[in-house]
Nanobody, 129 residues
Framework: QVQLVESGGGLVQPGGSLRLSCAAS????????IGWFRQAPGKEREGVSC????????YYGDSVQGRFTISRDNNKNMVYLQMNSLKPEDTAVYYC??????????????????????WGQGTQVTVSS
């Protein structure tokens, strides 16, 4: 079965850290650019970070630059999002997604939605005291 599964979400205090994981099954992640998106209540889904397939070049949105780090382990078929210095405004459901195998990040922190091939089911991150 082809799927992406996120994990690692939870409740954390402001200033805390979480590490999200995105596990692929049924296909090989190494050939895909991977993006992390998030969607807060009442807001549109937004791109957070992206990592290219071949050179693993990374991109970040302004709101997470310097606090979040995206990485991939192709041997484990995994992608990660290390989130530090979390803020209440980071509260959202976080999703990982792949491109279509050819598009790449296109020098952007947000995968082009129309070119997303696989979506995960999401993991909730809540930043609150």
């Amino acid at each position: 079965q082809v799927q992406l599964v996120e994990s690692g979400g939870g409740l954390v205090q402001p200033g805390g850290s979480l590490r999200l994981s995105c596990a692929a099954s049924g296909f090989t992640l190494r050939y895909y650019a991977i993006g992390w998106f998030r969607q807060a209540p009442g807001k549109e889904r937004e791109g957070v970070s992206c990592i290219d397939s071949l050179d693993a070049r990374t991109y970040y949105g302004d709101s997470v630059q310097g606090r979040f780090t995206i990485s991939r382990d192709n041997n484990k078929n995994m992608v990660y999002l290390q989130m530090n210095s979390l803020k209440p405004e980071d509260t959202a459901v976080y999703y990982c997604a792949t491109d279509n195998g050819a598009a790449g990040c296109r020098d952007s922190h947000a995968l082009v939605r129309e070119l997303v091939h696989f979506w995960g089911q999401g993991t909730q991150v809540t930043v609150s005291s």
